[in-house]
């Protein structure tokens, strides 16, 4: 009975985090559409989550289509297949591993930083002093980050494309020797709207998972920095793991015959 008790201590408390967390989804989503709208702070966020997020997920985005056109070059040469590699390298990126991979990056990068600076502010007794100011937190704080990142995230994944279907090319042309103008034939050949529309919808969702749940475990955070801490290792993996299931969840109602 003490390992079913325990079980069922574990469930509840999932449960209310669940509850928690769709009140505080919930509160944000609806300050995202009533004024007043703190306009030059979604501007700074946006600056904040796309300029500077740029090089990483370009980088990241860039060795993982060259890995990929590597790879499938090794898989397809033992059946004669290698004139597909363009294809496969193609919508792999605008797929998956564009938005995914951006996801990821963006929420171990931006996921932390908001987490650390609302749980900062909310140790430091900033947000109460916010509400004494008479400054609602969540339009504020939570509003303009989810703006910002559903914004930004599908332009951030949309470059990210095409920086991966770059590397993809010069792995193809350079190092596999494949004729350039057919290679980038067989790409536009083999991409259809369908995969980029795919993308972009993925990454603007993960915009905002990344947002809602750094922004949750920020405000909710508590217990001085060893909370602030525990907040931002919890919104990365949290942001993180949930990005794995939305894509699953998107992928099926996307392709799924």
């Known amino acids: 009975m003490r390992f079913v008790s325990s079980l069922g201590r574990a469930f509840i408390r999932f449960l209310s985090m669940v509850g928690r967390l769709s009140m505080f989804a919930y509160t944000a989503i609806s300050h995202c559409f009533r004024p007043p709208f703190y306009l030059r702070s979604i501007f700074k966020q946006m600056i904040e989550i796309g300029f500077y997020s740029l090089p990483v997920v370009g980088l990241t985005t860039l060795f993982s289509g060259m890995v990929l056109a590597l790879q499938s070059y090794s898989g397809f040469s033992r059946f004669g297949a290698e004139s597909a590699i363009a294809a496969v390298v193609v919508i792999s990126i605008t797929r ?58 599908p332009i951030l994944v949309f470059i990210g494309d095409i920086i991966g279907v770059f590397g993809g090319y010069i792995i193809g042309v350079y190092k596999l020797g494949f004729n350039p103008a057919n290679y980038i034939s067989s790409t536009w050949r083999n991409l259809e709207f369908i995969d980029v529309a795919s993308g972009l919808t993925k990454a603007a969702v993960f915009g905002f998972i990344i947002a809602l749940l750094g922004c949750y475990n920020g405000y909710k955070s508590k217990g001085g920095a060893q909370g602030v801490g525990a907040a931002t290792t919890n919104a990365v993996v949290s942001a993180s793991i949930l990005i794995l299931v939305a894509n699953y969840i998107l992928t099926e109602m996307f392709f799924a015959k």
């Open 96 to 153: 998956e591993l564009g938005p995914v991979m951006a996801g990821l990056m963006v929420a171990g990068r931006i996921g932390a930083a908001m987490a650390a600076e609302i749980g900062t502010m909310r140790v430091t007794e900033q947000i109460d002093a916010l509400r004494t100011l008479s400054t609602n937190p969540y339009k504020y704080l939570v509003a303009p980050r989810i703006w910002a990142a559903v914004l930004m995230l």
